[in-house]
């Protein structure tokens, strides 16, 4: 799914706080470099600090836009020096370093969130997932990387794995956490409402995506229409076909064959050109096509079985295809 990758960046933009050491009475404080390479500017050094004169105070705000602090100059040098890690191995053990020797830093959950960026851009779902706990054990109100931890489990869990069921709770889990919070999102003090608004509605939509995903893999295609419709609202501004496609085999699971049509029409019409979900998504339209046309009151053809789109991993940008299964197959993967 595009959101999953294309978007990245866009996401990990929105959790950016300029990192500041907490100055001595009446010091300003000393900005420390943007911790994502994604090309993001920093926040002006004289932002306002309501508390930074207090040692002991909580994370400043300056205009509703959270400022993550360092406590001291050493601090605030370690972290500089972690940001500055490209590798995902190197920027992992800098991350966890820096988390042994500050434990209480504010600025931690940013390095476990840079290092889960780049686990992610290196298609590691694994290593994204250990790293986004990490995270969100550091800060449990990140929907950035709750909706990519939960997003990653779900897509990564097979009905065979022994821990199946709690990586679909945990999912789901996460993936309501992304949007239960999303109100708190951090995003960068010069960041649009319009921008803002655009990574938000990427949240929402890859959570309700994520839950759908968890509601399909349980067997409960009913709970999956729900989650895949609130998905497909959320994403209006930009649909897509993977969503749709999603969302038609949980209505083909329920018989509602008319609805299920539909959306496979619509990811059809989404989807880019000479994709495989564009494949998927014809193949699912022929096959409902061909089912509705066969129905006359004496049963439907038992030998059409739906598609299943396959998700992607966290860091790929295109569906892998999954040829037609013979028989109604399981919840996608």
Known sequence: MRSSFAILALLLAATMAV??????????PSPAPNPYPNGQPQSPSNAPSGSSGNPQ????????????????QDELKAYQDATSKTDPAQMNAAADAFAAKYPSSELKAALFVRAMNLYGQANNSEKLIELGR???AADPTNSVSLVQVGTALVEGTRDTDMDRDQRLAEAAKDAQGAIDNISQLMVPPDATPERIA????????MAYDALGMVDLNKGDPAGAEQQFLKAVDASKAQPEAIIFLRLSVAQDKLKKYPEALDSASKALQYAPQGS??????????ERLQKLMAAASGTGIPSSVAPVT???NAPAAQTVAPTPPAPTPPNPPH
């Open 134 to 136: 990490k995270a969100i």
């Open 276 to 285: 495989a979900a564009q494949n998927l998504a014809k193949q699912q339209q």
């Open 198 to 205: 655009a990574v938000k509605a990427s949240i929402i939509t």
């Open 57 to 72: 105070a909580p994370s400043s705000t300056a205009g509703g836009h959270k400022l993550l602090q360092a406590k001291s």
């Open 19 to 28: 990192a500041q050491m907490r100055p001595p009475q009446g010091q300003a």
């Open 309 to 311: 789109p396959a998700p």
